[in-house]
């Protein structure tokens, strides 16, 4: 008889150990559940403070759109670049002529595109007091390729600050 009862103890000993491991689960998994509805609640305190702060983007917006227009902004000075007209000398009218046209192209197509929305990104950034010289410095009037990547890269700098 003790046989079958220190196997029974042996089979609630296991049985233990499973609902101590079942407990521990299900804990973890609670945990996680708790810390995501904390950052959940924080994210809504965030953008409540932003909201009375002047805001127009949460911290997050503010970042992915960043990110995401310095990343179009370099696409296009990669794709305008590679397009550029070659300089011929002996026919230097025409080619100054078709250099100039492709600059004044690519200065519409920032000023069309990149701009306004540029602008506002930078507004969000001061309303944060984040300020970067070299954007301020080149976001209004990038003259040339060295403006125009100056202005993406530093908007994607502007962005990587940002925690979130």
Do not use: C
Not at 43 to 67: C, P, Q, W
Not at 80 to 89: G, H, I, K, L, N
Not at 98 to 122: C, V, W
């Amino acid at each position: 008889m003790s046989n079958g009862a220190d196997q029974l103890v042996e089979q609630l000993t296991a049985y233990q150990w499973v609902a101590v491991g079942l407990v521990v689960v299900l804990a973890v998994i609670g945990l996680a559940n708790l810390a995501e509805a904390i950052q959940k609640l924080y994210n809504i305190g965030k953008d409540l403070v932003a909201h009375f702060k002047g805001r127009r983007m949460s911290d997050t917006e503010l970042r992915d759109k960043s990110r995401e227009i310095a990343k179009r902004l370099m696409d296009v000075v990669q794709s305008r670049q590679a397009s550029e007209p070659t300089f011929d000398f002996e026919s230097f009218h025409a080619s100054s002529s078709a250099q100039i046209k492709h600059s004044q192209e690519t200065q519409n197509l920032y000023y069309r595109d990149f701009a306004g929305p540029i602008t506002n990104m930078r507004e969000e950034f001061l309303k944060r007091k984040m300020h970067d010289k070299e954007l301020d410095r080149y976001y209004e009037h990038p003259t040339n390729y060295i403006g125009l990547r100056i202005v993406a890269m530093r908007l994607a700098a502007l962005a990587e600050r940002i925690r979130g």
